[in-house]
Antibody, heavy 120, light 111 residues
Framework: EMQLVESGGGLAQPGGSLRLSCVAS????????MNWVRQAPGKGLEWVAY????????FYADSVKGRFTISRDNAKNSLYLQMNSLRAEDTASYYC?????????????WGQGALVTVSS | QSALTQPPSASGSPGQSVTISCTGT?????????VSWYQQHPGKAPKLMIY???KRPSGVPDRFSGSKSGNTASLTVSGLQAEDEADYYC???????????FGTGTKVTVL
């Protein structure tokens, strides 16, 4: 059974940093493009970052560009999100999500979510 | 890229049908047949229900169906059941082309 498990969420101060991890199992992680998607409390889904299967192509939402860094280690079946210069508006549940499809993707596997709270 | 527009809420009685719309533009939904739909129960991760406008992943009941007309995609839930009460989001996403947007979300209530 394919599975994604996030970790690393918690409380951070404004301007602080956190690193999220997402470990994949049940499928060949290195074959898939991966994403981070977030959801602020009571709000809708927002795409955050994308990384290609080999890590050579990366994109970010404008709201996090220059502050967040997505990366992956295919040998460890792991996806990461380094979050720096955190702001209150970054408070959200962060989900790693697998892209299925060629070019156009649908998210067919999601992690359980990691809650990030940015507050002093 | 602007979010796709969904009605904030929809409702129906058990056994009835409910249809949720997802409106975009001629540059997104109108041009591409790759809309997907996600169901999210409170406190849970989203779950893929429909992809490429009309396709259902294995394990999703055939009560869930998708369609598209012009710039609007739709999700229909037939034979509503209590467990269908959830938030639903549409999406159109091409990661490798840096094109992606979610809908605003619709809360479905089973009366």
């Amino acid at each position: 059974e394919m599975q994604l498990v996030e970790s690393g969420g918690g409380l951070a101060q404004p301007g602080g940093s956190l690193r999220l991890s997402c470990v994949a199992s049940g499928f060949t992680f290195s074959n898939y493009e991966m994403n981070w998607v977030r959801q602020a409390p009571g709000k809708g889904l927002e795409w955050v970052a994308y990384i290609s299967s080999r890590g050579s192509t990366i994109f970010y939402a404008d709201s996090v560009k220059g502050r967040f860094t997505i990366s992956r280690d295919n040998a460890k079946n792991s996806l990461y999100l380094q979050m720096n210069s955190l702001r209150a508006e970054d408070t959200a549940s962060y989900y790693c999500a697998r892209c299925a499809g060629i070019v156009w993707c649908h998210f067919d596997c999601w992690g359980q979510g990691a809650l990030v709270t940015v507050s002093s | 890229q602007s979010a796709l527009t969904q009605p904030p809420s929809a409702s129906g009685s058990p056994g009835q049908s409910v249809t949720i719309s997802c409106t975009g533009t001629s540059s997104d939904i109108g041009e591409y047949d790759y809309v997907s739909w996600y169901q999210q129960h409170p406190g849970k991760a989203p779950k893929l229900m429909i992809y490429e406008v009309t396709k259902r992943p294995s394990g999703v009941p055939d009560r869930f169906s998708g369609s598209k007309s012009g710039n609007t995609a739709s999700l229909t839930v037939s034979g509503l059941q209590a467990e269908d009460e959830a938030d639903y989001y549409c999406s159109l996403y091409a990661g490798s082309n840096n094109l992606g947007v979610f809908g605003t979300g619709t809360k479905v209530t089973v009366l």
